[in-house]
């Protein structure tokens, strides 16, 4: 697929793609919605206005994405082919507008904004070698996994409120207590990464005391972002029982500003290997599929350059995203579009395709070794982490891009 718009090679945003998100174009004061191409930003909210864009019910004039996303499958297929032809090279109706420089711009004239209002934020525990390996530190081998984990998605509710697009990270403070020692108020020491994608839902989702069908969730998943799951391990192990994480996890969530569609995403899709147990019926999915996509992080700390530390990918997730979606309807919990479902830290099977510090280091007891002979065990002060995804097509890449975070000093004040 051509476009007359440049798009460098290896580029992610190839005409393929098509990802949506929001910002201020040229310093306007009303988000628009987005898409890219190469290096260059679409003004889907512009094209619409003038026409050249059509849909019947004004999806983009508005400053995200949720109305839009509050459509069918049909339309955002409707739509992302209507774009895509008005980029191609051998179409003239925007290549020769007059309109044309006003709808798109470059990189730097535009300032990525939140593309959702998030209803609710939930994040799962999906991925088994990343259960297993934490239950194994933690438990034993013979432990490893709780009973319900093969039964079920394990999820737990976050906030909404501190998801976030990229950003920097500051250290959070909270209570810790050492194994048979007195608690304190400390400032963490031991940051996390938690590797994950997320799952924007979409669609014409269910009403309270209703269920989503296994055979209806792939049209209430509207696309996935690259997710971090930032984790204050030392203030987890002190707060999660009895009733899970809190504090450790609610002080920041940042995930990718593009969400890229399924629809891009299907040339990657796979099958999972078969469930054991068989789950109940309402989780069976014949079907049963993720994405080959690569999941690389990325760790550049003072005086080294970027070093990979980990290479994972979301093929190696245990219950997939429409399992994940319907496990969390099963009672009758409706869903809204924009509501945003972590997958939980995804970690491959081997030693090198781990998606945490925790699981890394075996939560401090074996050193990240780093070039000029540097060690992490988790997070230091000063710290840059980066996480990208990538999809090889035949002649094009579909990726992902988890804005670079620094690890910024906590908060001093009279409780520290």
């Known amino acids: 697929m051509e476009s007359f718009i440049e798009i460098p090679e290896g580029s992610y945003y190839p ?6 998100s929001t910002g201020h174009v040229r310093g306007g004061d009303q988000a628009h919605c987005l898409t890219r191409v190469g290096n260059t930003i679409v003004d889907l909210t512009f094209l619409e206005q003038i026409g050249i864009l059509k849909t019947e019910k004004a ?3 508005t400053q995200t994405l949720n109305k839009f996303m509050s459509e069918s499958r049909e ?11 008005l980029l191609r090279s051998d179409n003239q109706e925007l290549q020769s507008s007059e309109h044309k420089t006003q709808a798109l711009a470059s990189l730097e004239e535009v300032q990525l904004s939140m593309p959702v209002n998030i209803g609710d934020y939930t994040d799962f525990y999906s991925s088994k070698n990343h259960a297993y390996n934490v239950g194994v530190m933690f438990r034993g081998p013979e432990n490893a996994l709780q009973p319900n984990w093969t039964r079920m998605p394990i999820g737990y509710h976050g906030r909404s409120s501190s998801v976030v697009v990229g950003g920097n990270v500051i250290r959070p403070r909270g209570q810790v207590c050492p194994p048979g020692g007195e608690p304190s108020f400390s400032i963490c020491k031991k940051l996390d990464y938690e590797l994950e994608i997320g799952c924007f839902v979409g669609g014409k989702t269910n009403d309270m005391g209703k269920s989503i069908d296994i055979a209806d969730a792939y049209n209430n998943i509207f696309g996935i972002v690259l997710l971090n799951d930032w984790s204050a391990r030392d203030i987890q192990a002190w707060e999660y029982i009895p009733l899970g994480p809190f504090t450790a996890k609610n002080f920041m969530t940042s995930i990718s500003p593009w969400i890229v ?3 891009a995403l299907a040339p990657f899709k796979v099958p ?8 109940f019926p309402y989780l069976q999915d014949p079907d049963l599929f993720s994405y080959d996509i690569a999941l690389k992080t990325f760790l550049k700390v003072p005086e080294n350059d970027n070093t990979l530390i980990s290479t994972s990918n979301m093929k ?7 399992q994940q979606l319907v496990h969390h309807t099963v ?6 579009p924009g509501d945003l479902l972590g997958s939980g830290t995804i970690s491959g099977p081997t030693e090198d395709s781990l998606g945490c510090l925790l699981e890394i280091s075996l939560n401090g007891k074996k050193p990240l070794q780093l070039p000029n002979g540097q060690q992490r065990t988790f997070l230091n002060d000063g710290d840059v982490l980066t996480i990208v995804g990538e999809c090889k097509g035949n002649g094009f890449t579909i990726g992902l ?4 975070a620094v690890v910024l000093p906590a908060v001093q004040d009279k409780y520290v």
Not at 75 to 85: A, C, L, T
Not at 272 to 279: C, D, F, M, S, T
Not at 316 to 322: D, K, M, P, Q, R
Not at 401 to 404: A, F, I, K, M
């Open 59 to 61: 999806l983009f004039n």
């Open 316 to 322: 190696y997730l245990y219950w997939s995203i429409t």
């Open 272 to 279: 999972l290997e078969p469930q054991n147990p068989v789950p």
């Open 75 to 85: 339309i955002w297929q409707s739509i992302r082919s209507q774009i895509q032809n």
């Open 401 to 404: 891009e988890l804005p670079s």
């Open 261 to 263: 569609t399924l629809e």
């Open 15 to 20: 005409l393929e793609n098509i990802p949506y």
């Open 331 to 336: 009672t009758g919990c409706n869903m809204r």
